[in-house]
């Protein structure tokens, strides 16, 4: 029981480390237009492949 709950716990808090990480990518970006950033689209893009 207790790992099932861990399990749980863990798929509830990866997509807010994927927001995090999308957030933090991009306070620091350095570009003009965050849209063309290769680095905030990866990011997005591993956002987007999570389950909400």
Avoid: K, N, Y
Wanted: aromatic share 2%.
């Amino acid at each position: 029981m207790p790992s099932r709950r861990r399990a749980e716990l863990a798929e509830r808090i990866a997509p807010a480390r994927a927001s995090l990480e999308l957030i933090g990518c991009a306070l620091e970006c350095g570009h003009d237009d965050l849209a063309t950033c290769p680095h905030f689209r990866g990011a997005v893009a591993r956002r987007l492949a999570l389950p909400a």
